[in-house]
Structure formats: structure tokens, C-alpha cells
């Protein structure tokens, strides 16, 4: 079965503090891997995609990697504007456009 | 560019009752996809729709059926409505290409609680 795995559930930060985010899938046949960020009381906003092992996505202090088990997201030198919920997904093996998504990640960033 | 936009932004239904949540697509997308997301939790897919027909769908009871139309905006409908259903009921849309199959434009969503 399909499945996203996301840890920590919750992560407290510094203002400048670097930390990563972690994603571990199980998958028959990868079909991309998502990262989403999803502000309180809104949609989750598009933010990488990658699809095989090997590739990194960059984005202001955010970078996405992946391998063939997770993906990390990188925040380098955050900004309580970072504070947010960060989601990744998994596209279904099945091909039927369906995405599973993990739990998240809430971080809070304190100045 | 309009986004895609949802309604009602929220709303409170009684046990048994019924709820139709729409959502506009975003301009030049032709497939819509509905999540339900629960308090804490990721979303969970519902189902799809490419150019009016289904195109898959998640382990969601009959109950919860959808239809999308000509201009390719789309409802979600929900029978019978549990306590359970108590969600924020998310619409995405997408170009339908391949390649950007994941690279979904969600709404903002429709709080539904169900008392």
C-alpha cells in the first residue's frame, strides 16, 4: 500500500536556526514527490516536484532532495515567515491522479 | 489569471443532511480533484474529474459523488452527512498534462461542520 511518512510532526525554530524536514514513502512505482506549504485556514501552495533519486529543487531558503525511501526539505537561515505546515505527497502507483499526502510538518519560526 | 475558488467558505450542517460545495477552476485547467482534510491531518483524495467524466477514486463511501461541468468548474455533493464528515473539503485544479500531474492549484477550501 502507499504510503507518506512525515517527521517531526512540529518543529519549533529560531529566526536563522537551519533544520530539515523529513519524508519517507513507500510507493510500487514513484510517480513524482511533492512538497506543499499550507498557511493556517488556507489551500496547501504548490512548491517542488521531484522524480528521481538524486534530484534537488531550490527555492529562496527552501531545497527539496530526494533519494529512493525520502526527501528532505532544507530550511536554510528561516524567516518567521517561514511559519507554516509543510506537506509532501507521493503520486499514486495506480495512475488514477490521486495524491497521498503525509500528515505534515508544522513549523513555527521565533524571531 | 483567476485562481480557483471555492464556496460556501464555510457552512454547519445537522446529521442526515445533504451539502453541495462548489469550486471554479483555475483559467486552462480542464481537471479538478477534491480533498477532504481533517483537523491535523494531510488531505486525502476524494476523486478527479478529467473533461467531465471521473478519473479515479479514493476510499470514500457512494455517499460522496461529484460532477463536473462544460466549463470545467465542478461540485462536490455529500448525502446522508455524518459527524465525521466534519472537514475542510479542498478543490485543486490542474492542467491534466502528465509531467504535471502533482502540481495541483488549491482553493482555499470549505470548512464543513457537521453538528
Known amino acids: 500500500e502507499d504510503q507518506v511518512t512525515q517527521s517531526p510532526e512540529a518543529l519549533r525554530l529560531q529566526e536563522g536556526e537551519s533544520s530539515s524536514l523529513n519524508c519517507s514513502y513507500t510507493?510500487?512505482?514513484?510517480?513524482?514527490l511533492f512538497w506543499y506549504r499550507q498557511d493556517p485556514g488556507k489551500g496547501p501552495e504548490f512548491l517542488f516536484t521531484?522524480?528521481?533519486a538524486g534530484e534537488e529543487k531550490e527555492k529562496e531558503r527552501l531545497k527539496a532532495t530526494l533519494t529512493k525511501k525520502e526527501s528532505f526539505l532544507h530550511i536554510t537561515a528561516p524567516k518567521p515567515e517561514d511559519s507554516a505546515t509543510y506537506l509532501c505527497?507521493?503520486?499514486?502507483?495506480?495512475?488514477?491522479?490521486?495524491?497521498?499526502f503525509g500528515q505534515g510538518t508544522t513549523l513555527q519560526v521565533k524571531p | 489569471e483567476t485562481g480557483v475558488t471555492q464556496s460556501p467558505t464555510h457552512l454547519i450542517k445537522t446529521r442526515g443532511q445533504q451539502v453541495t460545495l462548489r469550486c471554479s477552476s483555475q483559467?486552462?485547467?480542464?481537471?479538478v480533484s477534491w480533498y477532504q482534510q481533517a483537523l491535523g491531518q494531510g488531505p486525502q483524495f476524494i476523486f478527479q474529474?478529467?473533461?467531465?467524466?471521473?478519473?479515479g477514486r479514493g476510499n470514500f463511501p457512494p455517499r460522496f459523488s461529484g460532477l463536473q461541468f462544460p466549463n470545467y468548474s465542478s461540485e462536490l455533493n455529500v448525502n446522508a452527512l455524518e459527524l465525521d464528515d466534519s472537514a475542510l473539503y479542498l478543490c485543486?485544479?490542474?492542467?491534466?498534462?502528465?509531467?504535471?500531474?502533482?502540481?495541483?492549484?488549491f482553493g482555499e477550501g470549505s470548512r464543513l461542520t457537521v453538528l
Open positions: 485543486a485544479s490542474s492542467s491534466g498534462r502528465i509531467r504535471s500531474a502533482g502540481e495541483l492549484f
Open positions: 510507493v510500487s512505482g514513484l510517480r513524482g
Open positions: 521531484l522524480y528521481s
Open positions: 505527497a507521493v503520486g499514486d502507483s495506480g495512475n488514477t491522479g490521486k495524491l497521498i
Open positions: 483559467s486552462g485547467h480542464n481537471t
Open positions: 474529474y478529467y473533461r467531465e467524466e471521473e478519473n
